[in-house]
Nanobody, 126 residues
Framework: QLQLVESGGGLVQPGGSLRLSCAASGFTLNDYAIGWFRQAPGKEREGVSCISSRNGGTDYADSVKGRFTISRDNAKNTVYLQMNSLKPEDTAVYYC???????????????????WGQGTQVTVSS
């Protein structure tokens, strides 16, 4: 069964860090583009970062550039999102998702993805 499971969310103070994990089962993450998305209450889901299949090319939303880093551990079949210098506006439920088509360059549009995890809550507050 194809499955994505996020973990690593929590409550952190402004300026703090968290690392989110997206573990895959039933398929090989390296063969598909993987995206991280977030959705805050009352707002649309937005793309945060993504990593392409194979060559590992990455993309970031302007709002997180220089603060977030996406990476992939093929041995663990897991994609990570390292989040530093967190701000209250980063508060949201974070989701990872997989592109249904093999070997594509990643995109930050959630319409491109059809396999989603259950989400993990990130709250940035003092």
């Amino acid at each position: 069964q194809l499955q994505l499971v996020e973990s690593g969310g929590g409550l952190v103070q402004p300026g703090g860090s968290l690392r989110l994990s997206c573990a895959a089962s039933g398929f090989t993450l390296n063969d598909y583009a993987i995206g991280w998305f977030r959705q805050a209450p009352g707002k649309e889901r937005e793309g945060v970062s993504c990593i392409s299949s194979r060559n590992g090319g990455t993309d970031y939303a302007d709002s997180v550039k220089g603060r977030f880093t996406i990476s992939r551990d093929n041995a663990k079949n897991t994609v990570y999102l390292q989040m530093n210098s967190l701000k209250p506006e980063d508060t949201a439920v974070y989701y990872c998702a997989a592109d249904p088509i093999l070997f594509r360059r990643c995109r930050l549009s959630f319409h491109e993805y059809n396999k989603w995890g259950q989400g993990t809550q990130v709250t940035v507050s003092s």
